[in-house]
């Protein structure tokens, strides 16, 4: 028996290598696409799916016009449409139009008190609402505010708090601002969660400290290790986040290393609260199954997060060179991506942006932007997601309609659609779909909305058979009543 099971087993991982390899030929014949794209069922099994997004070229600094960027680190899309990147190798920034095909102005040094000051390996980016540039600037330990155009406006350093350790080393690496001017930095080993400061400098504290649990013997053990044993394990500091956005209401989206593979990106309210909803397996980070040996084992590195307007936002997966996307509930609509050589994949993802209706991502290793474009399938998807979002469930559940055609066991369309046939109040019509997504818990509530449904319906039937049956009982009662009575007079006779 132990033979046959290990043959068995030996089988079905052929087979399953076999499905693909020859997955990958046929994406590979259908537009030259270097990745697969995919997805997870309600069994968190992989299933394959049609490309949301296909590599759309790669921008340089060749290929504007000027010298070749030198491991960049991050990237924005101001308001007007430009293009920002921390050329952090290079010393400077430069600003692209939207197009990316053609540089506007690279800003290597600015005036300030009348001398030349320059930037020591800006890491970090941003343009504020105001459109006035914030830039990390993490060797010269400071946040340095410029016009679009590169004139100084102030710097934000050297944070003072008695929260703050004495030996505290300000080393800011991600930057961005909300719509009063609060600026939220991401700094090196600051465990304790982002550095926030008012608009007039000054720092106000930590916010968004992510809480780590520690477990029965993890408590258990730090009481028997001594000292240093305890000082020199880090299973308790809190950990850092690795990217930072905002959206229009002010509420910060913010990435993070999450050694368990669950939840690697958190919505901040302005009391620092995490608000992120999870979708209906509670995962928001990035891959859910994985394997634990290999190069591209363990759970995904989510290094950047950027908000798409609509509830949408994107996670940036550095370990295998994902890019993972979820709506306002936390459910994953679609992943692509890969790393390697070819064009389109990745070597080393430091930062994600989006411009209209295509996705860029900054690669330091190929010291290039690559961008995507939007297929049918993703529009569709992407234009669902914001019609339910702004409340129009009927034009929804057409555009989840045409994902299912292209996409025939797309659990999330059946979702989408169930979900707005469940808000217009055509219940069966819900449960019809929430079956085929396999989706117990929204079923469940459509079941129970149907059968009140029905009894609300058919209330006056019901109690007309309810008081027939009452009246027939009671005319039984007395007709038994008084059988029994004669019977006695009988017998007394």
Excluded at 70 to 90: F, H, R
Excluded at 310 to 321: F, I, N, P, V
Excluded at 359 to 370: E, K, R, T
Aim: proline residues 3%; negative net charge.
């Amino acid at each position: 028996m132990r033979k046959k099971s290990i043959i068995k087993r030996a089988f079905l991982s052929l087979t399953a290598a076999a499905i693909m390899f020859l997955g990958s030929l046929s994406a590979f014949a259908e537009g030259d696409i270097p990745y697969e794209s995919y997805n997870y069922n309600y069994r968190e099994d992989i299933v394959r799916t049609p490309a949301p997004y296909v590599p759309d070229g790669n921008v340089t600094g060749l290929d504007v016009g000027i010298t070749n960027f030198k491991e960049p680190q991050d990237l924005c899309v101001s308001d007007d449409g430009e293009i920002y990147v921390a050329d952090t190798g290079n010393n400077r920034i430069v600003v692209m139009d939207t197009e990316m095909t053609k540089v506007n102005r690279v800003i290597e040094s600015f005036e300030r008190d009348g001398k030349t000051d320059t930037f020591n390996a800006p890491m970090g980016l941003c343009v504020s609402e105001k459109n006035e540039l914030y830039v990390a600037d993490s060797n010269n330990k400071r946040i340095v505010v410029l016009t679009p155009d590169g004139k100084f406006i102030k710097i934000v350093d050297n944070p003072q708090s008695d929260i703050l350790e004495d030996d505290f080393d300000f080393v800011p690496l991600k930057v961005t601002v909300d719509y009063a001017d609060r600026v939220y930095v991401i700094a090196k080993k600051a465990f304790e969660g982002i550095l926030v400061f008012e608009n007039t400098g000054e720092f106000t504290g930590y916010f968004g400290t992510i809480e780590v649990k520690i477990t029965l013997w993890e408590k258990f053990w730090r009481r028997l290790a001594s000292k240093e044993e305890r000082s020199n394990q880090q299973l308790f500091i809190p950990t850092e986040f690795t990217g930072i956005d905002v959206d229009s209401d002010g509420f910060i989206y913010a990435s993070n290393i999450d050694s368990a593979g669950k939840q690697a990106v958190r919505r901040l309210n302005p009391q620092g609260k995490d608000v992120i909803q999870k979708g209906e397996n509670g995962n928001v980070g990035g891959d859910i199954s994985f394997s634990s040996f290999g190069d591209y084992s363990g759970p995904s590195e989510i290094t950047d997060v950027v908000y798409r307007g609509k509830g949408e936002y994107s996670l940036l997966d550095r370990k295998r060179g994902r890019v993972f996307t979820y709506d306002k509930e936390g459910n994953l609509l679609y992943i692509f991506g890969g790393k390697g050589q070819q064009k389109g994949t990745f070597l080393t993802p430091v930062a994600i942006e989006v411009v209209e209706d295509e996705i860029l991502v900054l690669d330091s290793g190929h010291n290039a932007i690559l961008k995507f474009k939007e297929t049918n399938y993703g529009n569709l998807i992407n234009d669902a997601v914001g019609l339910r979002y702004d409340g129009d469930e009927t034009e929804a559940i057409y555009k989840w309609q045409e994902v299912l055609r292209l996409d025939e066991n797309n659990e999330l369309a059946n979702n989408g659609i169930g979900k707005a046939y469940l808000t217009a109040g055509e219940n069966k019509k819900a449960m019809k779909y929430f079956k085929n997504a396999m989706n117990r818990k929204y079923y469940s509530i459509a079941f129970k909305r149907y059968r009140n449904e029905i009894l609300a319906n058919n209330m006056g039937k019901i109690m007309t058979v309810v008081i027939a049956l009452i009246v027939v009982l009671v005319v039984f009662k007395k007709i038994r009543n008084k059988k029994k009575g004669k019977v006695r007079e009988e017998g007394l006779l």
